[in-house]
């Protein structure tokens, strides 16, 4: 194994008390909109392309109205998560410090443009990763996007490590084995290696 690529919500933090505050601001704004959104709305969404998440959370509206007011909510989003951060795993730093010494480290996860930076920007955890892609960016799936950064980085042996069947089915594409993070969102029964902490991924690799 030469590498390692993360997944983000579910696997390195969880951002959903902060994208919820930025989201139910921007909805009270909205007159066409009459709902406010929980913690679990959005745990149900983990893993989604945005365009998803809308479909998910506004199936009435039209797709115009609807990607606008996806845009709106994912700068609000981008905004708050650089200002106050989302809650990070325990041990995050110490683990990715420790693994950034024997591996290459990277995220691929499935947010809009602006979401790793600002992950990036408030924890100060930029320098231990090499690269990132998100769907945002390239308009392509996890999986193609996992392909992406292997082809990229000419990565020979990495694991991708991630929470969801999403991740689960990414990895596959890409032909990679998967690393399935049981505390994270979702639940997977198919699996190369399964961690219950961060802290686990020292143990296994």
């Given at each position: 194994?030469?590498s390692?690529?993360?997944?983000?919500d579910?696997?390195?933090?969880?951002?959903?008390?902060?994208?919820?505050v930025?989201?139910?601001?921007?909805?009270k704004?909205?007159?066409?909109?009459?709902?406010e959104?929980?913690s679990?709305d959005f745990k149900?969404?983990?893993?989604?392309?945005?365009?998803?998440?809308?479909k998910?959370?506004f199936p009435?509206?039209?797709?115009?109205?609807r990607t606008?007011?996806?845009?709106?909510?994912?700068?609000a989003?981008?905004?708050?998560?650089?200002?106050?951060?989302?809650?990070?795993?325990?041990?995050?730093?110490?683990?990715?410090?420790?693994?950034?010494?024997k591996?290459?480290?990277?995220?691929?996860?499935?947010?809009?443009?602006?979401?790793i930076?600002?992950?990036?920007k408030?924890?100060?955890l930029?320098?231990?990763?090499?690269?990132y892609?998100?769907?945002?960016?390239?308009?392509?799936?996890?999986?193609?996007?996992?392909?992406?950064?292997?082809?990229?980085?000419?990565?020979?042996?990495?694991v991708?490590?991630g929470d969801?069947?999403?991740?689960?089915?990414?990895?596959?594409?890409?032909?990679?084995?998967?690393?399935?993070?049981?505390?994270?969102?979702?639940?997977?029964?198919?699996?190369?290696?399964?961690?219950?902490?961060?802290?686990?991924?020292?143990?296994?690799?």
């Open positions: 194994m030469d390692i690529i993360f997944d983000l579910g696997t390195l933090w969880d951002s959903r008390e902060t994208v919820l930025a989201w139910n601001e921007i909805l704004k909205e007159n066409q909109i009459e709902k959104l929980t679990d149900a969404t983990m893993g989604l392309q945005m365009h998803d998440i809308g998910h959370f009435d509206l039209e797709e115009e109205s606008q007011l996806l845009n709106k909510c994912g700068e989003e981008r905004v708050l998560l650089e200002e106050k951060g989302g809650q990070l795993y325990n041990h995050i730093e110490e683990v990715l410090e420790n693994l950034s010494q591996y290459r480290l990277f995220i691929v996860s499935n947010c809009q443009e602006g979401y930076e600002a992950f990036y408030y924890h100060q930029e320098a231990y990763f090499i690269d892609e998100n769907p945002g960016r390239t308009g392509l799936s996890k999986g193609e996007n996992i392909k992406l950064i292997m082809e990229r980085n000419q990565l020979k042996n990495p991708y490590v969801t069947i999403g991740d689960q089915q990414a990895a596959k594409v890409a032909g990679i084995p998967f690393v399935y993070a049981s505390y994270g969102f979702g639940e997977v029964e198919e699996y190369d290696y399964i961690i219950h902490s961060l802290n686990d991924l020292e143990e296994i690799f």
